[in-house]
């Protein structure tokens, strides 16, 4: 069976993983979201500018899709459940960032680009729960 080419998720890894790559080597860096959010509230931290000026673009560049028309899937799923539920899991993912020692897109994109041992098993952590959640979500709740 052929299905069709998602061209939108082609164009979104490309550009984070050039995002990626020019974070790297213009101020070398790694792009893990975690990381650059967490260091934003460290004290005595002299590299706050490149943190904020990482995340407005990932902002301004959401705001610009918008803006020209991209529709994003709907948020119904999630704003089904209650509030308590989203905010127990998105501390859940800060905790599990805080063992992992970074995030999906720091170990995921630029780990396994770098081939670093350490970034290959918590991807492949992070996939295995994330796969067992949804199991247990749709067929076991």
């Known amino acids: 069976m052929l299905s069709g080419i998602p061209w939108e998720s082609l164009l979104g890894g490309m550009l984070l993983g050039v995002s990626a ?10 792009a893990g979201i975690s990381g650059i959010v ?10 706050v500018a490149w943190r904020v000026f990482f995340i407005l673009g990932m902002v301004s560049a959401g705001v610009l899709a918008f803006w020209a028309g991209y529709a994003y899937p709907s948020l119904d799923v999630a704003t089904e ?3 308590g539920h989203i905010v127990i ?3 859940l993912v800060g905790a599990g960032t805080t063992l992992g020692n970074g ?5 995921g994109i630029c780990g396994i680009g770098r081939l670093s041992k350490r970034s ?6 992070f ?13 076991v709740l």
């Open 21 to 30: 790559s020019l974070l790297l080597m213009m101020n070398g860096r790694i």
């Open 38 to 47: 967490s260091g934003l509230f460290k004290w005595a931290n002299d590299d």
């Open 81 to 83: 459940g209650a509030l």
């Open 89 to 91: 899991a998105g501390l």
């Open 103 to 107: 995030c999906t897109s720091g170990h």
């Open 120 to 125: 290959i098993v918590a991807t492949a952590v």
């Open 127 to 139: 996939m295995g729960v994330a796969m067992i959640t949804v199991f247990v979500r749709l067929h």
